[in-house]
């Protein structure tokens, strides 16, 4: 009994922590504009993104996850 | 009045003689200072005190110049004065040197926008760039056919499991763009080299084995001009511009940007094997509305060499495409909502002249050949999808067949244990003329493939379908693609028939990776069946024609052998799961 319960709490341990790490990984999050909602329109040099219609480059979405703004 | 002055001189004569011999002995001991003596004289009786008094006037007498004191006064005024002249001259220099610095600083300054404005410049005239598709591929059913991506030449049927990472596609893009309507990009790309030259011989006795054959070279994919100056002063017509050189041509990119997937599967006719990168000469550009800022049509206009941008060219016409798109609503970015899109390309095999010169019962490969594609699509910005419709005449040959990989048969190899006595299949076999058997090969059946698509009379028509959509609040996009192509629909039921779906899942953590998960098919649709050698004499099958050096079956002279059926004429599938890596900066 005492052996299964400690499996149960380390498994699921294991697991939320697993799914904590997940959403983490795979859920949106940070500032806007965020390029996952942007569509791509141009393979370019920088590639070219419109996010709520608006153009940005890869260099500006980068700046505005990282909190630097333009 | 005369007693008077005796008295006076008897009395001050004394005195300044005793003045004078002290300072005459003082001026063998010290240096002589200046000496005053002020004696008073009664003006009644003339007598000469030492004191002032009443009724007495003062009477001075100077003795000797004190010129140590003198020339100390001098040496301090001329001290003074040599300072202030000293000072003056300083402050004057200083004032001098201010000046002077000013103008210098004034020369740097001109002079440092030059080079910073060389740096500056250069940050804005000067982009570089790379894009690289990496992959991981597991195929638990191979097959021959077209290559899903670029450089993946596959061993075909009978290596099911075969699986490898690969680097299909690696470009470095360099944007030059010294003046705000001129750009030079170059993009040199890497690629697969496949081929087997011989070893090198070095001397009488040794060699070296070739190493051609699988390594990754580097070629030019980009190298154009393009002037956008033309239409700069329009609102309507900005953005056109005239390029030239080795470029994009005006659909398959448009439609590679379009499913933002190039990196997992490739567009319709690029995998029918209409190469991205033409050497031409392209107007292309936007019509906008008359506030310039929704684009109501899009157009792209080209004349091109026949032979891709790989190939060198050899006819002597060249091939024309076109491509046309419409947004009925206006278009507020690249693909803004509902579109429609025309593509035309017209032109000829690339065959030297005289080659295309010679009389044949068909002209084959040297034949013209077209594309059309006819395209609505809606994009928005967390969606998109695409249909199309496909027509071609020539324009998918045995060569685009196998683009990928295909059996030894279709390239001169004849597999199988031929017959090499008797009569078979109407024909007589021998040793020097040995006759392709019809079972433990492909030789027959890449024959009857390459009359069906070789002869210079085949016409195309495929169906496409394929969009992607983002899952809200996530970095997870899903995304498809379904194609439909019959290689040649004037074969009444063709085996090359065949369906290619791709789907997946794709993740994007930042603005320069994306990995994709997905499952990649090629599907020859029908049933297996037997052909028979009289339904491909139509399309100039010859039967007992010698193919790779061996007779295929069949005999017009002897009409019961045109009942001979080849087997197992609908190629196998293929199929692969895909891991996608895209990096692009």
Not at chain 2, 104 to 112: C, G, I
């Amino acid at each position: 009994m005492k052996l299964s319960a400690a499996a149960v709490f380390v498994s699921s341990t294991l697991v939320l922590s697993g799914c904590a790490t997940a959403e983490k990984i795979f859920l949106s999050s940070g500032p806007k504009p965020r390029v996952e909602e942007c569509a791509e329109i141009s393979k370019a040099t920088p590639t070219r993104y419109v996010c709520n219609g608006k153009t940005y480059t890869s260099v500006q979405l980068t700046n505005f996850s990282s909190g630097t703004g333009l | 009045m005369k007693r008077q002055w005796i008295s006076f001189i008897s009395i001050a004569m004394p005195i300044l003689l005793t003045i004078a011999s002290t300072q005459a002995a003082r001026s063998q001991e010290l240096t002589p200072t200046a000496h005053r003596v002020t004696f008073y004289i009664d003006k009644t009786t003339g007598q000469v005190f030492m004191r002032p008094g009443p009724n007495r006037t003062p009477f001075r007498i100077i003795g000797e110049v004190d010129t140590e004191a003198i020339g100390r006064q001098v040496e301090k005024r001329v001290e003074q004065t040599t300072d202030e002249k000293v000072r003056a001259a300083v402050a004057q220099s200083q004032m001098q040197q201010r000046a002077n610095y000013q103008v210098l600083n004034q020369k740097v300054s001109a002079m440092e926008p030059a080079w910073h404005g060389y740096i500056n410049n250069f940050q804005h005239e000067f982009r570089l760039g790379a894009l690289a598709y990496l992959d991981y591929a597991y195929y638990p059913h191979t097959g021959y056919g077209p290559y899903f991506l670029e450089n993946l030449n596959i061993p075909g049927v009978g290596n099911n499991g075969y699986n490898s990472f690969d680097v299909n596609r690696v470009y470095l893009n360099a944007y030059f763009t010294p003046t705000d309507d001129i750009i030079f990009r170059l993009t040199p790309e890497l690629y697969r080299a496949v081929g087997t030259a011989g070893p090198d011989k070095l001397g009488t006795k040794t060699a070296a084995a070739s190493n051609f054959d699988g390594q990754l070279n580097v070629r030019v994919k980009y190298a154009f001009l393009q002037w956008a100056g033309r239409f700069a002063d329009s609102p309507q017509l900005k953005g056109g511009a005239l390029t030239f050189g080795a470029q994009p041509n005006p659909f398959v990119t448009w439609e590679e940007d379009f499913t933002e997937f190039r990196y997992v599967y490739l567009s319709p006719w690029n995998y029918l094997g209409l190469s991205s990168g033409q050497i031409g000469l392209q107007l292309s550009g936007p019509i906008k509305g008359q506030a310039g800022e929704a684009t109501y049509a899009e157009y792209s206009v080209g004349v091109f060499d026949n032979g891709n941008f790989n190939n060198g060219e050899q006819a002597n016409t060249k091939q024309a495409m076109c491509r046309v798109s419409l947004y009925p609503f206006g278009a507020h970015w690249r693909y803004d909502g509902l579109g429609f899109t025309g593509f035309y390309d017209y032109g000829y095999g690339n065959v030297a002249p005289d080659s295309n010169s010679l009389p044949v019962p068909l002209k084959g490969n040297n034949a013209h050949f077209d594309r059309i594609a006819a395209l609505v699509h809606y994009a928005a910005e967390q969606w998109n999808v695409l249909g199309e419709f496909d027509y071609g005449d020539n324009a998918f040959s045995l060569a685009s067949l196998y683009r990928g990989s295909g059996p030894d048969d279709a390239f001169g190899i004849p597999t199988g244990t031929p017959f090499d006595s008797g009569t078979h299949f109407g024909n007589t076999c021998t040793k020097s003329t040995p006759c392709y058997n019809l079972v433990g090969t492909y030789g027959p059946q890449v024959a009857a493939y390459q009359a069906f698509l070789n002869n210079g009379r085949t016409r195309q028509i495929g169906f496409d379908f394929l969009g992607r959509y983002h899952i809200p609040a996530t970095k997870l996009t899903l995304f498809g693609m379904f194609q439909w192509f019959m290689p040649n629909d004037n074969v009444p039921e063709d085996p090359l028939d065949f369906r290619r779906f791709v789907a997946g899942i794709s993740y994007q953590p930042n603005p320069y990776v994306r990995i994709a998960i997905d499952s990649q098919n090629l599907l020859f649709y029908h049933s297996n069946f037997g052909l028979p050698v009289s339904s491909l004499t139509p399309f100039n099958y010859v039967p007992g024609g010698k193919f790779n050096g061996q007779l295929l079956p069949g005999n017009s002279k002897r009409s019961g052998s045109l009942g001979t059926f080849i087997p197992n004429i609908v190629p196998r599938d293929t199929h692969a799961i895909f891991l996608n890596l895209e990096f692009a900066y």
